[in-house]
């Protein structure tokens, strides 16, 4: 007689899997970024749990974010999540105390069906339709705990330019432009790395390509300030900015290479 098993089949990872393309230090703006802005909360809770959804063919990512992170709110723990099986076995034996590494996707299992406070996915629905963005976010966002932040964006392969959108529990609330001063020719040159919900936004008529089209005059109008060095061009052009633009942020984050905008300003045409 052959036994049967009472216990359901596992269900199947939602999404789809990505390349895997990944490096050390890739994530480096962006994990600055998140500990700046979110490191307050992340100290506030008790135990909360920060999830690299989509790290990759290795687990750099995911092993940098728990360093990054502990600076800020050392309790927090790190849990990254693929879909593809051999990525999570590639990564056990990085784990240590802090870290570990599960199978999954877009549910984002975690323990208990915990909710974290904070879900990092970078370079994972560049390949995804425009279409499915939204619905992808609404189901992250369902999975974080009260207060908690969806970060979710697109870097070049070593972390020079990027751009990501930070979503809370109700939905989008800023886009962060972040770079590398010093290989900056034009602001626009981000463009190629907008995230999914805004790259094919570039065109005329929508609200990310002005906005665009503002930041490359204000920088090319703030050209003699950079004889003080890229840093100063990039604060007086923020200044710039922030008469015609929600701007979200400050000198503080500016002389990061940053500069964050309020999402409603962005937000699709239609």
């Not at 962006?30 to 802005?37: G, V």
């Not at 208990?112 to 279409?131: H, K, S, T």
């Not at 109700?170 to 995230?195: H, I, N, Q, W």
């Amino acid at each position: 007689m052959v036994s049967r098993s009472t216990q359901p089949p596992p269900k199947r990872p939602v999404g789809t899997v990505t390349r895997g393309t990944t490096n050390p230090n890739r994530l480096r703006r962006m994990d600055r970024w998140i500990a700046a802005e979110h490191g307050a909360r992340l100290r506030r809770e008790e135990a909360p749990v920060a999830v690299d959804l989509g790290y990759g063919a290795a687990p750099w990512t995911a092993v940098e974010l728990l360093a990054r992170l502990r600076k800020a709110a050392p309790g927090v723990r790190v849990v990254g999540i693929e879909i593809e099986p051999a990525r999570v076995a590639g990564a056990k034996p990085y784990e240590r105390e802090g870290l570990s590494f599960r199978h999954g996707g877009f549910e984002v299992p975690l323990d208990g069906g915990q909710r974290p406070a904070l879900i990092r996915a970078a370079n994972v629905l560049r390949q995804y339709d425009e279409e499915q963005v939204e619905q992808v976010w609404q189901r992250l966002c369902a999975r974080l705990a009260p207060g908690g932040l969806l970060v979710e964006g697109t870097c070049d392969e070593i972390g020079r330019r990027h751009v990501w959108v930070a979503l809370g529990p109700e939905g989008p609330r800023t886009v962060t432009f972040a770079t590398r001063l010093g290989s900056l020719e034009r602001p626009s040159d981000l463009a190629e790395r907008l995230p999914k919900a805004l790259i094919h936004r570039n065109v005329p008529g929508e609200p990310v390509h002005a906005f665009l089209r503002d930041f490359d005059r204000a920088w090319a109008a703030a050209a003699p300030y950079a004889s003080y060095g890229a840093r100063q061009r990039w604060i007086r052009t923020a200044r710039a900015l922030a008469g015609d633009w929600p701007l979200a942020d400050g000198p503080v984050r500016w002389r990061q290479g940053e500069l964050t905008v309020r999402w409603e300003a962005l937000r699709p045409a239609g």
